[in-house]
């Protein structure tokens, strides 16, 4: 009967402590704008893996192979917002928000800092 009760505690522990990571491939289209001239700019395509885990999001960009970690603010059936708050030694302060439509798959990215500001617009599968 102990060996049953020690089991079922064991069980219970490791489902409870069960997170969950969704992904999803994103392309999107981006353009942006540095500071020093105020005309916008065609980035291109941008490919980015999103992993959603129970409290964040990582943004992977795989152009230059580095992620990003978003808090987030709202999740539920419809829509996935989150931000990120950064200061990079090299870059300076950034902001970053992002914004899922989850019945649509399309995806909006934002971020902006001391060098310009960006905007990514795709879909996500």
């Known amino acids: 009967m102990k060996k049953l009760l020690v089991i079922f505690v064991l069980l219970v522990i490791g489902f409870s402590n069960n997170s969950y990571a969704e992904s999803y491939k994103c392309k999107t289209d981006s353009h942006g704008r540095f500071i020093s001239d105020n005309t916008w700019e065609d980035f291109g395509d941008q490919n980015f893996l999103i992993t ?3 409290d964040n999001v990582e943004v992977y960009d795989l152009k230059i192979e580095m ?3 978003y808090t987030i603010v709202l999740n539920n059936d419809y829509f996935l917002n ?5 200061t990079f030694n090299t870059y300076g302060d950034w ?3 992002l914004k899922y439509n989850k019945s649509k798959n399309k995806i909006v990215m934002m ?4 060098i310009g500001e960006t905007i990514y617009s795709g879909f996500c599968k």
């Open 111 to 114: 971020t902006a800092g001391e």
């Open 52 to 54: 959603l885990n129970e």
């Open 67 to 69: 992620s990003s970690e």
């Open 82 to 86: 989150a931000f990120f708050v950064k």
């Open 95 to 97: 902001i970053g928000l």
